[in-house]
C-alpha cells in the first residue's frame, strides 16, 4: 500500500470533477464493464442517491494518478437498526454488475487499500454488502484473505454472468449456435417474408430522436410485461424514478456511442425494442419489449439476431446476456462465469448481529426457492449462501 494516498468523495459535485479521470480509468482496465463508467455511475447517484449517503473511495498513486474508484454509500435497514455501506447502493436499480474499478497493475495494493479503509469506517457501517462481483480477477481472493487476517465473517452467495465470444462473421456465430436455435434465427424470418412483411433494422443515431426512441422503448417494454404470454416479464421502468435514470444515463451513453437504441420494423411499423449497451468492444443486451401481437412470428428473436450481426461487423469481440442462466440465453450460445454477492461483518458486535439477520434471511429465501417437491421420491440439496469467519 505504500505510496497509494485515498480520499473520500461524498457529493455529486464531486464525482463530476473526476470526470475525465475516471473515463480514462475506464478505458485503462480491459476487464471494466460499461455498469463502472461515470456515466452510468454518476447518472445513478443523481437518481437513485438522494436518500443515500455517498462514499466514493478514490486511490491515486504516487504521482496522483487515479488507479481505482469504489463507488459506496450507506444507508440503514430495519427500521434505522442497521447500518448498511454497500458497492453502489442498496437495490443496485437497473445495475448489473457492481466491481471496484481498479488498475491491473495495482490490483493486490488497491485491494487492500480498499479493505482497511473499510475496516477504518468500520464505526459507522454494520454490514458491507458488495454485490455481483465478477470471480475472474484478484479481487474477491484477495478480499478473502484481508476478511480472514481482520476477523471479518464473509457471506458468499454465487451467482452467474451469461456471456460468449464473438467471431469473425455471423457464419461462424451461427454455425456455433444448436440446430434448434439454426433453425429458429432463420425460420422466423422467413415465415416473415412468406407472408408477404418485410423487416428490417432501425438503429437510432441522432441525439434529436434519442427521447423519441426512449418513449418507444419504454411503450414496448410495459406492454411486453402486461401481456399473458406465458412466463411472466416485470416492468422494470414502473416507477418515474426508474424512468427518468433510464432517460439521463441514455443521454450521457449514447453521446460517445456507447448506446444503440435498436428497432425492429415490420413493414414500416417499429414491433420490438432492445437498448443495446456497448462498452470496450463488448456489446450488452440490455432490457428489451415487444408488441405481443407479433410475439407468435419471434420478433425478439429476429431483432436479437440483427443486433449481434451489427455487433459481429463493427468488430465487437464479446456479446454480453448479463445475470441469470435464462434458457433462451444459453440457446445464443452464452456460458456461465461465476459472480459473488458478498456480505462482511466486522468483529464488532452490532456488526454481527446484522451478519447473522442477513445470512438467517438469505438462507430461508434460498431454501423456499428452491424448496423440495414432497410428492417426489428424491429430492436434491440446493446451496445456501456459503461462510467464511470464526465460528459463534
Same mark, same amino acid.
Given at each position: 500500500?505504500?505510496?497509494?494516498?485515498?480520499?473520500?468523495?461524498?457529493?455529486?459535485?464531486?464525482?463530476?470533477?473526476?470526470?475525465?479521470?475516471?473515463?480514462?480509468?475506464?478505458?485503462?482496465?480491459?476487464?471494466?464493464?460499461?455498469?463502472?463508467?461515470?456515466?452510468?455511475?454518476?447518472?445513478?447517484?443523481?437518481?437513485?442517491?438522494?436518500?443515500?449517503?455517498?462514499?466514493?473511495?478514490?486511490?491515486?498513486?504516487?504521482?496522483?494518478?487515479?488507479?481505482?474508484?469504489?463507488?459506496?454509500?450507506?444507508?440503514?435497514?430495519?427500521?434505522?437498526?442497521?447500518?448498511?455501506?454497500?458497492?453502489?447502493?442498496?437495490?443496485?436499480?437497473?445495475?448489473?454488475?457492481?466491481?471496484?474499478?481498479?488498475?491491473?497493475?495495482?490490483?493486490?495494493?488497491?485491494?487492500?487499500?480498499?479493505?482497511?479503509?473499510?475496516?477504518?469506517?468500520?464505526?459507522?457501517?454494520?454490514?458491507?454488502?458488495?454485490?455481483?462481483?465478477?470471480?475472474?480477477? =484478484?479481487?474477491? #481472493?484477495? @478480499? +478473502?484473505?484481508? /476478511?480472514?487476517?481482520?476477523?471479518? &465473517?464473509?457471506?458468499?452467495? %454465487?451467482?452467474?454472468?451469461?456471456?460468449?465470444?464473438?467471431?469473425?462473421?455471423?457464419?461462424?456465430?451461427?454455425?456455433?449456435?444448436?440446430?434448434?436455435?439454426?433453425?429458429?434465427?432463420?425460420?422466423?424470418?422467413?415465415?416473415?417474408?412468406?407472408?408477404?412483411?418485410?423487416?428490417?433494422?432501425?438503429?437510432?443515431?441522432?441525439?434529436?430522436?434519442?427521447?423519441?426512441?426512449?418513449?418507444?422503448?419504454?411503450?414496448?417494454?410495459?406492454?411486453?410485461?402486461?401481456?399473458?404470454?406465458?412466463?411472466?416479464?416485470?416492468?422494470?421502468?414502473?416507477?418515474? =424514478?426508474?424512468? #427518468?435514470? @433510464? +432517460?439521463?444515463? /441514455?443521454?450521457?451513453?449514447?453521446? &460517445?456511442?456507447?448506446?444503440? %437504441?435498436?428497432?425492429?420494423?415490420?413493414?414500416?411499423?417499429?414491433?420490438?425494442?432492445?437498448?443495446?449497451?456497448?462498452?470496450?468492444?463488448?456489446?450488452?443486451?440490455?432490457?428489451?419489449?415487444?408488441?405481443?401481437?407479433?410475439?407468435?412470428?419471434?420478433?425478439?428473436?429476429?431483432?436479437?439476431?440483427?443486433?449481434?450481426?451489427?455487433?459481429?461487423?463493427?468488430?465487437?469481440?464479446?456479446?454480453?446476456?448479463?445475470?441469470?442462466?435464462?434458457?433462451?440465453?444459453?440457446?445464443?450460445?452464452?456460458?456461465?462465469?461465476?459472480?459473488?454477492?458478498?456480505?462482511?461483518?466486522?468483529?464488532? @458486535? +452490532?456488526?454481527? /448481529?446484522?451478519?447473522?439477520?442477513?445470512?438467517?434471511?438469505?438462507?430461508?429465501?434460498?431454501?423456499?426457492?428452491?424448496?423440495?417437491?414432497?410428492?417426489?421420491?428424491?429430492?436434491?440439496?440446493?446451496?445456501?449462501?456459503?461462510?467464511?469467519?470464526?465460528?459463534?
Amino acid at each position: 500500500m505504500s505510496g497509494l494516498a485515498l480520499s473520500l468523495l461524498t457529493t455529486p459535485d464531486e464525482l463530476a470533477s473526476i470526470k475525465a479521470e475516471w473515463q480514462a480509468l475506464a478505458a485503462l482496465v480491459d476487464g471494466s464493464t460499461v455498469f463502472q463508467s461515470w456515466e452510468w455511475v454518476f447518472s445513478w447517484y443523481e437518481h437513485f442517491g438522494r436518500d443515500k449517503h455517498l462514499q466514493v473511495l478514490a486511490v491515486r498513486d504516487g504521482g496522483g494518478q487515479l488507479i481505482a474508484l469504489a463507488p459506496c454509500s450507506r444507508t440503514s435497514s430495519h427500521g434505522g437498526v442497521f447500518r448498511l455501506l454497500h458497492l453502489l447502493g442498496r437495490g443496485n436499480d437497473l445495475t448489473e454488475y457492481v466491481q471496484v474499478l481498479s488498475h491491473p497493475n495495482y490490483a493486490r495494493p488497491v485491494t487492500r487499500a480498499l479493505f482497511e479503509a473499510w475496516h477504518r469506517m468500520s464505526d459507522r457501517w454494520d454490514l458491507l454488502v458488495l454485490p455481483s462481483l465478477p470471480d475472474d480477477g =484478484q479481487f474477491v #481472493a484477495d @478480499l +478473502r484473505r484481508q /476478511a480472514e487476517a481482520h476477523g471479518y &465473517r464473509m457471506s458468499e452467495e %454465487p451467482n452467474v454472468r451469461m456471456s460468449r465470444t464473438l467471431p469473425q462473421s455471423w457464419q461462424q456465430f451461427y454455425r456455433s449456435l444448436s440446430k434448434s436455435m439454426k433453425d429458429n434465427v432463420n425460420n422466423y424470418v422467413n415465415r416473415l417474408r412468406r407472408a408477404g412483411h418485410r423487416e428490417s433494422l432501425s438503429v437510432v443515431d441522432d441525439a434529436a430522436h434519442l427521447d423519441q426512441a426512449i418513449d418507444v422503448f419504454l411503450d414496448l417494454h410495459q406492454r411486453r410485461a402486461e401481456a399473458n404470454l406465458g412466463r411472466r416479464h416485470e416492468n422494470r421502468f414502473a416507477t418515474e =424514478q426508474r424512468r #427518468a435514470f @433510464l +432517460r439521463s444515463v /441514455a443521454r450521457r451513453l449514447f453521446a &460517445r456511442g456507447a448506446l444503440w %437504441p435498436c428497432f425492429l420494423e415490420v413493414d414500416g411499423e417499429v414491433v420490438a425494442a432492445q437498448l443495446c449497451l456497448a462498452h470496450q468492444r463488448r456489446l450488452y443486451l440490455y432490457y428489451s419489449g415487444f408488441d405481443p401481437a407479433w410475439a407468435r412470428n419471434g420478433v425478439m428473436t429476429i431483432l436479437t439476431r440483427r443486433c449481434i450481426e451489427r455487433a459481429i461487423e463493427l468488430g465487437y469481440r464479446e456479446l454480453d446476456l448479463l445475470l441469470g442462466p435464462d434458457y433462451e440465453k444459453q440457446r445464443w450460445g452464452a456460458a456461465p462465469s461465476v459472480v459473488f454477492n458478498l456480505a462482511l461483518a466486522s468483529p464488532r @458486535l +452490532r456488526s454481527r /448481529a446484522a451478519f447473522h439477520i442477513y445470512h438467517a434471511r438469505h438462507s430461508a429465501a434460498a431454501w423456499m426457492t428452491h424448496k423440495p417437491d414432497p410428492s417426489s421420491t428424491t429430492s436434491r440439496s440446493e446451496p445456501v449462501p456459503s461462510v467464511t469467519g470464526e465460528p459463534t
